[in-house]
Nanobody
Framework: QAQLVESGGSLVQTGDSLRLSCVVS????????MAWFRQAPRKEREFVAA????????YYGDAVNGRFTISRDNAKNTVYLQMDSLKPEDTAVYYC??????????????????WGQGTQVTVSS
């Protein structure tokens, strides 16, 4: 089983940029499809981005497409989420998730087996 730890969340202003990181241990990182989800207060968990285990394909939710970029460095067992042009509606706890390789690109939380503790991103207006 894998253990995931997110970092990089912060309080920023509208239009700012931020990069989140997720370090994976206890598993074969290169064999995991990775994803980011977020959850705002009183709302359900929302798909943000996903990346294939090879890193050569990525997928984005409609709300963030064109502003966020997911990437991974298999040598460092790390997946990143670069967030640009942040908006107040991006405010949420962001979670890193890992799943089996055949689930790459899935937008459903149930497709992922391991989750991080989350990191808070707050965007002020």
């Amino acid at each position: 089983q894998a253990q995931l730890v997110e970092s990089g969340g912060s309080l920023v202003q509208t239009g700012d940029s931020l990069r989140l990181s997720c370090v994976v241990s206890g598993g074969a990182f290169n064999l995991y499809a990775m994803a980011w989800f977020r959850q705002a207060p009183r709302k359900e968990r929302e798909f943000v981005a996903a990346i294939k285990w090879t890193g050569d394909a990525s997928y984005y939710g409609d709300a963030v497409n064109g502003r966020f970029t997911i990437s991974r460095d298999n040598a460092k067992n790390t997946v990143y989420l670069q967030m640009d042009s942040l908006k107040p509606e991006d405010t949420a706890v962001y979670y890193c998730a890992a799943g089996r390789v055949y689930n790459y690109g899935s937008t459903y939380p149930g497709a992922y087996e391991a989750w991080g503790q989350g990191t808070q991103v707050t965007v002020s207006s």
